[in-house]
């Protein structure tokens, strides 16, 4: 299938680019960076979602909003420019599935005001996004990933003290890897046909640890 998928140079995006390779897929990276992706079915596009032209990608099928950015930004990037992608792309007689991946804390409010704000809305906007690719038999939900062991994260992860604290406030003691989320992302987005307008949080219990004292 063709697959586009933005923020795909690094972290979850990429972990999702080589996720739907591995499985031959047609797959079209959107992302500011240059990538580092190397195989023959990958095309990449280099540019802001927000301030630049998005390329010209004809009948999509599968579209993943991976883009984002925290405390640069927030809204126009992580909101209006994920918007800007899936009113391009999203709304097309090929599509099949359209996946945003927003975080934990656009729930559990914990985060960054923008940050928050900016994961809040597309959250909303996902349900909307369900509501209208609907007519063409297409699937739109979000994963809500919490702590992900990446390079965004190596000033936790760097220092022990920190990263045990973070830790425990989980229920599993642990933080998901990049190709799990890749593999929920390609359950949702390919397996599943059924599940609509629905958000998935990945945070091994974090947002259900609450400490009940009788």
């Given at each position: 299938m063709k697959v586009l998928i933005t923020g795909s140079s690094r972290g979850i995006g990429k972990a999702i680019a080589l996720k739907f390779l591995s499985k031959n897929h047609q797959v079209y990276g959107i992302d500011i960076l240059p990538s580092s992706i190397n195989n023959e079915n990958y095309i990449h596009y280099q540019c802001d979602i927000f301030n630049?032209?998005?390329?010209?990608?004809?009948?999509?099928?599968?579209?993943?909003?991976?883009?984002?950015?925290?405390?640069?930004?927030?809204?126009?990037?992580n909101l209006k420019g994920t918007i800007k992608v899936?009113?391009?792309?999203?709304?097309?007689?090929?599509?099949?599935?359209?996946?945003?991946?927003?975080?934990?804390?656009?729930?559990?409010?914990?985060?960054?005001?923008?940050?928050?704000?900016?994961?809040?809305?597309?959250?909303?906007?996902?349900?909307?996004?369900?509501?209208?690719?609907?007519?063409?038999n297409a699937t739109a939900n979000s994963i809500s990933p919490g702590g992900v062991n990446n390079e965004f994260n190596e000033h936790i992860l760097n220092d022990k003290k920190?990263?045990?604290?973070?830790?425990?406030?989980?229920?599993?003691?642990?933080?998901?890897?990049?190709?799990?989320?890749?593999?929920?992302?390609?359950?949702?987005?390919?397996?599943?046909?059924?599940?609509?307008?629905?958000?998935i949080i990945i945070d091994n219990g974090e947002s259900i640890n609450y400490n009940f004292i009788w």
């Open positions: 630049d032209e998005l390329p010209q990608i004809d009948n999509v099928e599968i579209l993943i909003n991976n883009a984002g950015v925290q405390n640069d930004n927030d809204i126009d990037i899936s009113e391009k792309y999203g709304f097309n007689e090929s599509i099949k599935s359209i996946l945003f991946i927003v975080s934990a804390s656009a729930t559990t409010g914990s985060e960054f005001p923008l940050y928050v704000a900016s994961k809040g809305g597309i959250l909303s906007y996902m349900k909307n996004v369900a509501q209208r690719v609907a007519k063409f920190l990263y045990d604290a973070v830790l425990n406030e989980t229920l599993l003691h642990k933080w998901a890897d990049v190709d799990e989320i890749a593999s929920w992302a390609y359950f949702v987005s390919v397996i599943n046909k059924s599940m609509t307008g629905q958000d």
